[in-house]
Structures are given as structure tokens and as C-alpha cells.
């Protein structure tokens, strides 16, 4: 198993494959979530507050597979489902490729040919996401189990995004756990906050 950045998700036709900005590959932001997972295990919070440290050091990828065996278990388990899962819709796609009887054999040659140029993509995409799932559901487990009030983090995209992602965990737990996301300024740098409200 191995990860690494491929790109957005692709989006596959008869004419061509294009990529959806929308749906960022998460390998982008998987060094952030084992960084906060890291530090929530390990860090003293004040106030039940965490605060990311700005100067924090980018983890190569060999840190950040090494971070997700240790805090998110079985880890081969969690890949091989998300890319059987994968594989599974891929043939399916294929399937209805060939089957299809509206568009012309060259387009249905076309598209055959596109959905099976980027198996590999998406097989890489799949892994990544899974990953990335795996640890925004054990970062929401650290925020809920320490009691933890406040994350504050800098106020860039990927940051934001993975607080985000443990918003939406956090949401969706039996008992849902309601927070809220706050932008401010410290020290001329903008800041992103997330309060957990209720438990």
C-alpha cells in the first residue's frame, strides 16, 4: 500500500476525462489530519482548548502511513475495502459501457478505452479518501473522549477543510455533537476556530 497525490476526482465520458475541482484528491490533507491526531494524543490543553501550532513540520509520507497504523488500526483492512468497493464500480461501469445501445461503437470504444486508462487513478484516488475517512473518525473520537472545547487552527483552505470533515463526523454520531466554526484575527493572522457546543 502506498500513498500519494493523483489529482482531483476524474470524471469519465465518451469524449474525454476531465476533473471536478470540487473533489480535491484528500491525499491534500491527510498530513494535517495526522498532525492534529498526533498532537490531540499527546498535547496538554489548556482550557480544554487545542492550538495548532503554525511552524508545525510537514510529515513525509512515510510519518504520515506510520501515524494512520497507529492511530487508526488496521489500516490494510480499511484500503483493501475502499478499493474492492472501487474496482467493483469500475466493472460495473464497464459493463454498461458495453452494453450501452444508444451511443455509436467508437464512442462506446472511447469510452471502454477512458474508463480503463484511469483504473489506477482511482483505485490511488479510493485509497486516499479511505485513509483520510479513517482519520477524520478518529479525530472526532479524540474531540469527543478528551472533551475537548475548542480546536483553533490557521485560517488556511486545508485546514479549515479538515475541521470541516470533523464537523461532519461529529454530526453524524448517534448522539450528534453540535459545533460551530469561528473566523478570527491574532496577532495579523487569521485563525479558524471550531467549538463544540453540546456532548
Do not use: W
Not at 94 to 110: Q, Y
Not at 163 to 179: A, G, R, Y
Amino acid at each position: 500500500m502506498q500513498i500519494k497525490y493523483v489529482g482531483p476526482k476524474p470524471l469519465i465520458s465518451k469524449s474525454g476525462i476531465s476533473f471536478d475541482s470540487e473533489y480535491d484528491d484528500r491525499y491534500t490533507y491527510l498530513n494535517i489530519a495526522i498532525q492534529l491526531m498526533k498532537a490531540l494524543d499527546h498535547d496538554y490543553f489548556e482550557n480544554r482548548t487545542y492550538q495548532y501550532a503554525v511552524d508545525s513540520k510537514r510529515l513525509n509520507d512515510d510519518d504520515i502511513l506510520e501515524g494512520l497504523k497507529t492511530h487508526c488500526g488496521d489500516i490494510e483492512k480499511v484500503v483493501e475495502d475502499a478499493v474492492e468497493h472501487e474496482k467493483a464500480v469500475i466493472e460495473d461501469e464497464l459493463k454498461r459501457a458495453s452494453e450501452n445501445k444508444i451511443i455509436s461503437d467508437l464512442e462506446k470504444e472511447a469510452l471502454i478505452k477512458n474508463i480503463k486508462m484511469m483504473t489506477a487513478y482511482r483505485l490511488q484516488y479510493a485509497t486516499n479518501d479511505a485513509l483520510y475517512q479513517c482519520a477524520v473518525k478518529k479525530l472526532a473520537e479524540h474531540v469527543k473522549k478528551d472533551h475537548i472545547d475548542y480546536v483553533v487552527v490557521p485560517m488556511f483552505q486545508r485546514f479549515a477543510a479538515v475541521l470541516h470533515s470533523i464537523q461532519d463526523e461529529l454530526s453524524q454520531q448517534k448522539f450528534p455533537i453540535d459545533t460551530t466554526m469561528s473566523i478570527y484575527e491574532e496577532h495579523g493572522k487569521l485563525m479558524a476556530k471550531m467549538e463544540v457546543r453540546n456532548r
